[in-house]
């Protein structure tokens, strides 16, 4: 099984996916066209992620499985500390690497239930993100991701705490990291700043979410922890009530920031897709040019 270090960074720039757990049969035939359609892009790697609070855990699990034996594509698992004892979680990563899968994303995860509610470890599992990437570590050739934020997590005292701990989850074995969104490039550049301070060497790829409507904006807030900064309100305020026109600036937007972080040397962007692929498929292949030679089919 490939590996995600071996992919990035390569003699061009390349992009990455990410998916959510199907909720029920629509959703799951929604990504699956998702993923058929982004497919033959040849992405650097795909993910599903874990869902908020571990939620839809056994629909990833499964998800990451079809990925590796039904397509093509370079499969990263996702794994969270959330509600797990050391047990459960040697009993998924050994399931993960029945299967050949040896790239793993290693999250504490959040509390269940609410994102910002006290974090309380499983009475025989582990507290910290750093000890999770040990673990993964441990029990056979992985290539090991961690999460990193721009404005610093929620729970960090500041940037310099944050960076801190971003470092330690590195050095504990992390092969490479992926912010978490944000909205302008400066931001993430900071961040990379931050980790290079520290005398710390990797592979950081910056998160990115396709601005096609509102809810979009009003997600990104919510996951990056940050209000929108006025200049974007102003430019996508004009907008709000027209569709079409939002979608059309917000892709403006995204391709913007796109392009400031390749031309700042960023070696791949990995893209948030709610399960679907018009929008990442438009970006990486009619607006950056990732993939040469190939031109956007129109997707449901």
């Known amino acids: 099984m490939t590996k995600v270090v071996d992919r990035i960074p390569g003699d061009r720039p390349v992009f990455s996916v990410e998916f959510m757990p199907p909720r029920d049969d629509a959703d799951?035939?929604?990504?699956?066209?998702?993923i058929r359609s982004l497919e033959g892009l040849d992405p650097a790697f795909v993910s599903v992620t874990y869902g908020a609070g571990g939620s839809g855990r056994d629909r990833t699990i499964r998800t990451t499985g079809r990925v590796v034996t039904e397509t093509t594509l370079v499969s990263m698992a996702h794994l969270t500390a959330v509600d797990h004892s050391v047990a459960e979680l040697r009993n998924v990563i050994g399931w993960y690497a029945s299967l050949g899968i040896r790239n793993v994303l290693a999250l504490r995860g959040d509390p269940p239930g609410d994102p910002n509610g006290e974090w309380v470890r499983h009475p025989e599992g582990l507290n910290y993100a750093e000890e999770l990437v040990r673990l993964v570590r441990s029990l056979g050739d992985f290539c090991v991701g961690v999460s990193a934020f721009p404005y610093g997590h929620p729970r960090s005292a500041d940037l310099d705490t944050d960076t801190r701990y971003l470092v330690s989850k590195l050095r504990?074995?992390?092969d490479f990291a992926i912010a978490q969104?944000?909205?302008?490039?400066?931001d993430f550049l900071r961040l990379r700043d931050r980790v290079a301070a520290a005398g710390c060497e990797t592979v950081l790829l910056p998160g990115v979410m396709p601005l096609t409507t509102p809810r979009i904006l009003s997600k990104t807030v919510e996951l990056s922890g940050e209000e929108v900064p006025a200049a974007l309100v102003a430019r996508m305020d004009r907008f709000t009530g027209d569709p079409k026109a939002f979608r059309e600036e917000g892709m403006n937007v995204t391709t913007e920031l796109c392009e400031r972080l390749l031309a700042e040397g960023v070696p791949s962007l990995h893209f948030y897709t709610f399960n679907r692929a018009k929008a990442?498929?438009?970006?990486v292949v009619d607006r950056l040019g990732l993939v040469p030679g190939r031109k956007a089919q129109p997707v449901a």
């Not at 799951?28 to 998702?34: D, G, I, V």
């Not at 990442?280 to 970006?283: A, D, L, P, R």
């Open 28 to 34: 799951e035939l929604r990504l699956w066209n998702s």
């Open 172 to 174: 504990a074995g992390a």
């Open 181 to 186: 969104l944000f909205f302008e490039a400066e």
């Open 280 to 283: 990442t498929k438009e970006i």
